[in-house]
């Protein structure tokens, strides 16, 4: 899936994608931007303050010689306080954590306007604790269409309306969570056993239980929580 998105933003790539009914490669790139942002995986940062990296968003919307209107500034400054980093603004994006650095990354995306945002794998190298703040982010953006790659399956079922599982690198399942949950698709797909707790659901190999109440906790492979 990352050489898709790899694909898509080179024009590299075999069959038809769609976008309203217009194959994509009839679409202007310039105009393309205005519908879909993505964001794939960063390995280098450029050092410049978050402010100018978020008003990289407006790109296609200025004008020959790259200047932005007073519009611009207020939809950058809104995407700023929307994802919460307006004590980053000022700040070298090179020199933040995982986590600041890829709520810098979703408000340019915020601030490019676009009605699909697209990352991949975009909690990857984030702390636990980053990576529910980002993903309780992107679960606030009700007015987008939002697709995210990720490996990590109990983040996708606890916060995806759909999911589209690629098994041996074919589509096994597309549907609303709920239905692939129904029918065990990961289970099928990837040979784990499905765990409820505190209302939210793992999947791992084994599961170990202990009472809470003496101060023991609940272990799944490698994955500990209370």
């Known amino acids: 899936v990352t050489v898709l998105f790899q694909s898509i933003e080179k024009n ?7 976008l309203n009914n217009i194959d994509i490669m009839n679409i202007k790139r310039n105009d393309l931007a205005k519908e879909i942002a993505i ?18 968003g407006r790109n296609p ?16 400054q809104n ?5 919460g980093i307006n004590n980053l603004k000022d700040k070298y994006i090179d020199e933040l954590s ?48 939002i697709l995210v790659v990720m490996h990590n399956l109990n983040q996708a079922v606890n916060y995806a309306d759909n999911i589209i599982i690629i098994n041996n690198g074919m589509v096994s399942f597309d549907g609303p969570t709920s239905k692939c949950l129904e029918e065990a698709q990961i289970g099928k797909n990837f040979d784990l056993v499905k765990y409820t707790s505190n209302g939210k659901i793992f999947f791992g190999k084994w599961c170990t239980l202990y009472n809470k109440e003496e101060g023991m906790i609940m ?8």
């Open 12 to 18: 590299k790539y075999s069959g038809i994608i769609m």
């Open 39 to 56: 964001l794939p995986q960063i390995k280098t940062y450029p050092h410049m303050t978050v402010s100018n990296l978020v008003g990289l």
């Open 61 to 76: 919307y200025l004008d020959f010689f790259g200047r932005k209107q007073r519009i611009d500034e207020e939809i950058i």
């Open 79 to 83: 995407a700023i306080e929307l994802i």
């Open 98 to 145: 995982g986590g600041e650095k890829q709520k810098s990354y979703l408000a340019m995306m915020i601030a490019q306007d676009t009605n699909i945002l697209v990352l991949d794998e975009p909690t990857t190298f984030m702390d636990m604790n980053y990576e529910y703040a980002f993903l309780e982010t992107l679960k606030k953006l009700t007015n987008k269409t």
């Open 219 to 226: 272990k799944i492979k490698d994955v500990d929580f209370e």
